[in-house]
């Protein structure tokens, strides 16, 4: 029975490749942080038969200890803090975390594993963020990173990391350079979720205002369920590479009010929703859209859920979900 251990188990990728690597069979091992952490009960019941491991991403001693416990084949790396915006307010955490957490973890491979680095491949989540003030359109594997966040700082290190731990150890380490990918399970400080949970509360009349920053903003959102599947491909190649990951379309935030409001039958959203330069961010990505050829290629990848799919997919699901809770 083939091992993964996952760091960000607790986020929307970690609990949808687990549900993939369960239905593998693998064993699974997720690294949950903290004394009590509330995700905890949440990842139990979507992953059964799951071991949690009390670890965190800055105590190198923790890494070693979890990786001693888990004796992985695979391990993936999906543990950061991901809002951009909070990158800006907290520069240190999101760096010790982001950046130097991949560090913390390919030396804890390496003490780990000893001299024998060929039993253990290593995935790295980057990330499209990492183009910021793109030099290209569309982005692909050599598209020369100019990050525009602290975020995007730290993962432009982590994925040079893994690149040298591969270059330098011929560690089995890829790296996916993942474009947005949203879900239900996204968290509503993102944008899709934060718009597709506005327009079910302001459809089931729980809400009258959506307030948002830029309008203009263009992403290549796809669906996580999707994409983790690359994470797992990237792991069963015979050399590790790394990959952009991303539908090859791309959508304003305006195309996505357009799209959730229909669902729901509104079509004049303008009056539901504000602009508010609180929301602006101190340096903005534009546009982001990727050129996965090499995973299609490579690996056999294509996304199976259109933008449109994926959008209608959270507002039907933030419905239901808001329809339960305001039985509650
Ligand atoms: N969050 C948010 N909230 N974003 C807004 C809002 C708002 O009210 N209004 C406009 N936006 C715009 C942002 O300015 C940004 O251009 C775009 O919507 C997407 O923002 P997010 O959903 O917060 O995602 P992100 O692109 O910054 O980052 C996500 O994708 C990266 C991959 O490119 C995160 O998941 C990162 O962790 C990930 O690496």
Redesign the pocket.
């Known amino acids: 029975m083939k091992r993964a251990l996952i760091t960000g188990i607790t986020g929307q990728d970690g609990l949808y490749l687990a549900e993939l690597l369960a239905a593998k069979g693998y064993e699974i091992f997720g690294l949950i942080r903290g004394q009590d952490n509330p995700k905890y009960d949440l990842v139990r019941a979507t992953v059964p038969g799951i071991t949690l491991l009390k670890s965190d991403l800055t105590d190198i001693s923790s890494l070693v200890r979890a990786l001693n416990r888990a004796q992985p084949h695979e391990v993936y790396n999906l543990g ?1 803090i ?4 909070y990158s800006w307010e907290n520069p240190v955490l999101t760096t010790d975390v982001t950046a130097k957490g991949v560090m913390n973890l390919l030396e804890a491979i390496r003490m780990w594993a000893g001299n024998d680095l060929s039993r253990v491949r290593f995935y790295q989540a980057s ?3 990492m183009f910021g003030e793109v030099r290209e359109v569309p982005q692909n594997e050599s598209t020369l990173l100019w990050p525009r966040s602290p ?1 995007g700082v730290a ?1 432009v290190f982590g994925h040079h990391l893994t690149i040298n731990y591969r270059e330098s150890y011929g560690l089995h380490a890829s790296s996916g350079i ?3 990918h949203e879900s239900p399970r996204r968290g509503p ?4 979720r ?1 718009v597709t949970q506005a327009v079910a509360r302001i459809a089931l009349g729980q809400q009258k205002l959506l307030t ?4 203009e ?1 263009r ?1 290549d959102w796809g669906f996580a369920g999707d994409f983790v599947q690359a994470m797992w491909l990237m792991l069963q190649q015979d050399e590790a590479q790394d990959f952009v990951v991303a539908t090859g379309v791309a959508h304003s ?1 305006r195309d996505l009010l357009d799209v959730a409001f229909d669902e729901v039958g509104i079509d004049d959203w303008e009056s539901h929703v504000r602009q508010d330069d609180r ?1 602006l ?1 101190p340096a ?2 534009h546009h ?1 859209i990727g050129d996965a050829r090499k995973a299609r290629d490579t690996l056999g990848w294509q996304p199976t859920v259109t933008f449109d799919e994926l959008i209608r997919m959270m507002v039907q699901a933030d419905l239901k979900e808001q329809r339960v809770l305001s039985l509650v």
């Open positions: 950061a991901s809002f951009v915006p990330s499209s963020e975020y993962k993942l474009f947005n400080e993102f944008v899709t934060k948002l920053g830029n309008l903003a992403r935030v929301y961010r903005e990505v982001l």
